[in-house]
């Protein structure tokens, strides 16, 4: 959302935004440098229906052309706020591609109850949509995209070696995971299989980057094995391009994703990857070509394919080569800018906002 908002904002003229977050958690520090309007709306609890009517007042005063929201709870709020206003609803809330989905699942049901007061629905994977059984009418899938320049003018490779593992990496393979402790990320099975590895090799190392309530049980399995030193939990981190220039591969482990921008990264960064089979993993990861996909719950495939990639390093650099031209090819974040832009032009009935010069309001 911060990269469309970013790619907007540097259309001078062309948009204004007006963002508003649900949460005064704050992950991204840039946000407060946009040009935009930005407001963190507190609720009095997780079903706060007095939001509707703030919305409301915010809709009205600032008129936007385009509603977007990013997420399904969102989209509820919006869906009701736009009963009064009557402006065009983009309902960007389908991130993930969880097989068997049904009404009695949240995030199925409020999709559902929102989908009619839609004017689009899009998703960051095709398999997203399948999965939500979104109408084939109103179903859009753009692709995430990511700002190359994030990748240029990064810290020392040697000095990250230095500060996170406290040596020069030399013949040493380092695995990197980027990904919140969470329920809808499978650590355990990478825990199990990373402390199969080190404890066969002492030379392999796993960098752990994010946070969330499972990280403290993780953190007890690892300390139990006594391996605190091969398998590190790095917490979240703001520099994770300069981490993963000392990586050998990084890794996605998940019972399902949309398109994730972690492996975006790894790929971006020139990096194979093993990710976990499934949604729209699929349609980013080629296997065998720019990395492995493995089974659910699979950690001897994990450990199979990571024991590859040290006994063929030549295979991890092709892989990550022909990753790295692929992501440059298709995921940029002016192609997801553009194609977003268009979206907008297409919902408010003109031929191609990429290529008129009329302004428009958004509000996510």
Same mark, same amino acid.
């Given at each position: ?21 649900? =949460? ?24 706060? @229906? ?58 199925? @049901? ?220 298709? @995921?940029?974040? =002016?192609?997801? =800018? ?27």
């Amino acid at each position: 959302m911060l990269e469309l908002i970013k790619g907007l904002t540097q259309k001078p003229g062309r948009f204004e935004v007006y963002l508003i977050a649900l =949460t005064d958690i704050v992950e991204y520090d840039y946000v407060y440098k946009l040009p935009i309007r930005f407001e963190i709306m507190e609720r009095k609890s997780k079903k706060d @229906f007095g939001i509707v009517f703030k919305l409301r007042k915010i809709i009205k005063e600032f008129n936007p052309d385009i509603i977007h929201s990013w997420d399904t709870m969102s989209s509820v709020y919006l869906s009701l706020a736009k009963i009064f206003t009557n402006k065009k609803l983009i309902n960007g809330a389908i991130a993930n591609a969880y097989a068997n989905l049904n009404i009695f699942n949240k995030y199925y @049901f409020r999709m559902k109850l929102t989908a009619p007061f839609s004017s689009a629905i899009v998703s960051n994977s095709k398999a997203g949509l399948i999965a939500y059984k979104a109408p084939a009418s109103k179903s859009y899938c753009i692709y995430n995209g990511v700002d190359f320049n994030r990748f240029k003018n990064l810290k020392p490779a040697s000095d990250v070696a230095h500060e996170i593992l406290g040596f020069e990496k030399k013949d040493h393979f380092v695995g990197v995971m980027v990904a919140a402790f969470e329920e809808r990320k499978d650590y355990p099975t990478l825990i199990t299989a990373a402390i199969k590895l080190c404890s066969e090799n002492n030379k392999i190392f796993f960098l752990l980057i994010g946070d969330g309530e499972q990280k403290a049980q993780m953190q007890e399995i690892v300390t139990k094995h006594q391996l605190e030193k091969q398998i590190l939990f790095l917490g979240k981190r703001n520099d994770v391009e300069s981490v993963l220039q000392i990586a050998d591969a990084g890794l996605l482990i998940t019972p399902s994703e949309g398109i994730s921008n972690s492996i975006i990264e790894y790929m971006a960064s020139g990096k194979p990857v093993i990710a976990s089979i499934g949604g729209g993993t699929d349609e980013l990861v080629q296997d065998g070509v720019t990395g492995f996909l493995v089974g659910q719950k699979s950690d001897e495939q994990i450990a199979d394919k990571i024991k590859l990639l040290i006994q063929t390093p030549e295979l991890g650099k092709k892989m990550g080569a022909a990753g790295y031209k692929w992501i440059h090819e298709n @995921f940029s974040v =002016t192609r997801m =800018t553009d194609n977003y832009i268009n979206l907008y032009g297409s919902v408010l009935g003109k031929k191609s906002s990429t290529e008129n010069n009329e302004s428009v309001k958004v509000g996510d």
